[in-house]
């Protein structure tokens, strides 16, 4: 139940506390007054898209605050906590601002959340109906929804394992018939596949095996430069041959070290350089035996082997070509090739399960749409009763309501079921569909009712009507004030009306007065009392709030309603669930 709404800059309040609380609220006010922004506001802290062009003309932002009393333990409670806010005892705050920009933010429990965040509690505070409710109740879809609405959590459940096996048996069916028709390509694939895995693993290429190769290539090409360059290196160093007599780095340092080692007596730095140049010839002796071992090994049979290599690196070279990302992704498609083929080989046995689960979904799914339309029926039945009976106190004593629920051929997420609301306005006449059969101030009243029934069975805390009562006057209007009134003494109702029939069944009724400085536009909420309001219901009856004849009547109006139902307001409104 929403306690107080604090409304600034919106449209052209430029600041207002609306106080609301449990009962019937009636919003009146002047054409242009703003008293849709009620709604406006309303609507905003319930998650509704953001309209920057609200926001008061030359003010940077809007923002709107709702007080809310819930049950602390309810659905409602914990969805705020999931969302990081928390309570006052059992108040929430919800908060909302539209900056000129249209930037906007949202407060839940004194905490910022997404918009979003907003539009998942709203379900569970408000139901709100406008005139554009009234021309989507025409539409089929919304006529199920509140047939659905009305039959209660046993069709509710129904459709929520239906909707779950739908689902299944859709995405199922969709994914069988993707892959029968595929299944040419993906065999294609298949082979394709096979052909390409079994040319590279008969070259059987190894990660770093390309560089390998070249390195060997490079070493072999030149192989006989190797040979003479390490022999004459080594002569060089130590000779195998000394016919010639020259001398090498060895022999020339063991000369140069007896020589120093001679002298080195007479002075005691020379020993250390006596060391160091006999490890510089062990040194070299070392390089020496080193480049020995290198000849060694130098294969005799370099060009075979060269050969060999340059063939490898062919086939190397060859199977790289055919991967953009060269011989490493080849060697990579090794592993993803063999997980994709293994994935269409199992196409046919996947085919033969998908068959399967189809098959027993179909079953579930029609077994389900058989339920759903055996309940709707019977909750269309008890709706058409009970919205006759609320028809005939709303002053339309011949109407009846039919609801017709039809199945189809073709499932849906919400089954096979085409549901119909038909209305007959009086007895001989053939019932006609709302869209072709009722009058806007008709459709007011067949709303307005279908609301009060489905209520009794999916209770909500809150209702807003926003002119629910238009194209409706008279004694059908003192109708629709007198069931708002009965509404009101089991949830909070709160009407924006343009009729003094229907404000005169109000417990608390606001006016939204427009004032002006010369140059812009401002509205305030006041709420009225005594002879403030017989003058408000003066102004709707004749256009003049001072009119003796409409006062007069204006409080006449006040007494029937008096004396119709009791005009102090619950005590405390059912909050099941909430």
């Given at each position: 139940m929403i306690e107080e709404l604090s409304i600034r800059d919106l449209g052209v309040i430029a600041d207002a506390t609306v106080p609301l609380g449990p009962g019937f609220t009636a919003v009146t006010g002047e054409t242009g007054a703003g008293k849709t922004m009620v709604v406006t506001a309303l609507g905003l802290l319930l998650g509704q898209r953001a309209d920057p062009g609200?926001?008061?003309?030359?003010?940077?932002?809007t923002w709107v605050e709702g007080r809310w009393v819930i049950d602390p333990d309810g659905a409602v409670a914990e969805r705020v906590r999931d969302a990081g806010g928390d309570l006052d005892a059992d108040e929430l705050i919800l908060g909302r601002s539209v900056s000129a920009g249209g930037r906007s933010r949202a407060i839940v429990g004194g905490r910022g959340a997404p918009a979003t965040v907003l539009s998942d509690l709203a379900d569970d505070l408000v139901v709100v109906h406008g005139q554009s409710d009234q021309v989507r109740l025409r539409s089929a879809v919304a006529q199920r929804e509140a047939l659905d609405r009305f039959a209660g959590p046993d069709l509710a459940e129904t459709l929520e394992q239906y909707t779950h096996a739908y689902h299944r048996w859709n995405a199922n069916r969709e994914e069988l018939v993707r892959l029968v028709r595929e299944q040419d390509l993906r065999a294609q694939e298949a082979d394709d596949l096979r052909a390409a895995i079994a040319a590279i693993e008969a070259i059987a290429p190894q990660p770093g095996e390309d560089e390998e190769l070249a390195e060997r290539a490079e070493r072999l090409g030149n192989l006989e430069a190797l040979r003479v360059a390490a022999a004459g290196t080594r002569e060089y160093l130590s000779a195998e041959?000394?016919?010639?007599?020259?001398?090498?780095?060895?022999?020339?340092?063991?000369?140069?070290?007896?020589?120093?080692?001679?002298?080195?007596?007479?002075?005691p730095a020379l020993p250390?350089?006596?060391?160091?140049?006999?490890?510089?010839?062990?040194?070299?002796a070392d390089v020496a035996g080193q480049l020995s071992s290198y000849l060694a090994g130098l294969d005799a049979d370099g060009a075979r082997e060269l050969e060999m290599v340059q063939e490898r690196r062919a086939e190397l070279a060859s199977l790289a070509r055919a991967y953009p990302g060269g011989l490493d992704e080849a060697i990579r498609f090794l592993d993803t090739g063999s997980a994709r083929l293994m994935e269409l080989d199992g196409d046919s046995e996947r085919i033969d399960e998908l068959t399967v689960e189809a098959d027993a979904d179909h079953a579930l799914v029609d077994e389900l749409a058989l339920a759903l339309t055996a309940r709707r029926r019977q909750a269309a039945d008890a709706l058409g009763t009970a919205v006759t009976a609320e028809l005939a106190a709303l002053a339309m004593p011949d109407a009846t309501l039919v609801v017709e629920v039809e199945p189809g051929d073709a499932f849906t997420a919400t089954g096979r079921d085409a549901v119909?609301?038909?209305?007959?306005?009086?007895?001989?006449?053939?019932?006609?569909?709302?869209?072709?059969?009722?009058?806007?101030?008709?459709?007011?009243?067949?709303?307005?009712?279908?609301?009060?029934?489905?209520?009794?069975a999916d209770p909500v805390p809150t209702f807003v009507f926003d002119e629910v009562d238009a194209g409706v006057g008279g004694a059908a209007a003192i109708e629709i004030g007198r069931r708002l009134a009965r509404l009101a003494q089991t949830a909070q109702v709160i009407v924006v009306t343009h009729l003094a029939q229907v404000a005169a069944f109000a417990s608390n009724h606001l006016?939204?007065?427009?004032?002006?400085?010369?140059?812009?536009?401002?509205?305030?909420?006041?709420?009225?009392?005594g002879d403030d309001r017989a003058a408000e219901m003066a102004r709707l009856l004749s256009g003049l709030p001072d009119s003796a004849t409409g006062l007069e009547h204006a409080r006449e109006l006040m007494a029937l309603a008096q004396a119709d139902a009791p005009l102090k307001p619950p005590a405390g409104l059912p909050r099941p669930g909430r």
């Open positions: 609200a926001v008061r003309q030359g003010q940077e932002q041959d000394t016919s010639d007599d020259r001398p090498d780095v060895v022999a020339l340092l063991e000369a140069a070290r007896r020589q120093l080692e001679r002298a080195s007596a007479h002075d250390p350089l006596v060391d160091a140049i006999a490890n510089a010839g062990f040194a070299v119909r609301i038909l209305l007959q306005p009086h007895a001989g006449s053939a019932p006609r569909p709302l869209a072709r059969g009722a009058s806007g101030g008709e459709l007011s009243r067949v709303m307005l009712a279908i609301e009060v029934v489905i209520n009794k006016s939204v007065v427009k004032g002006s400085d010369g140059a812009i536009t401002a509205s305030s909420v006041k709420q009225l009392h």
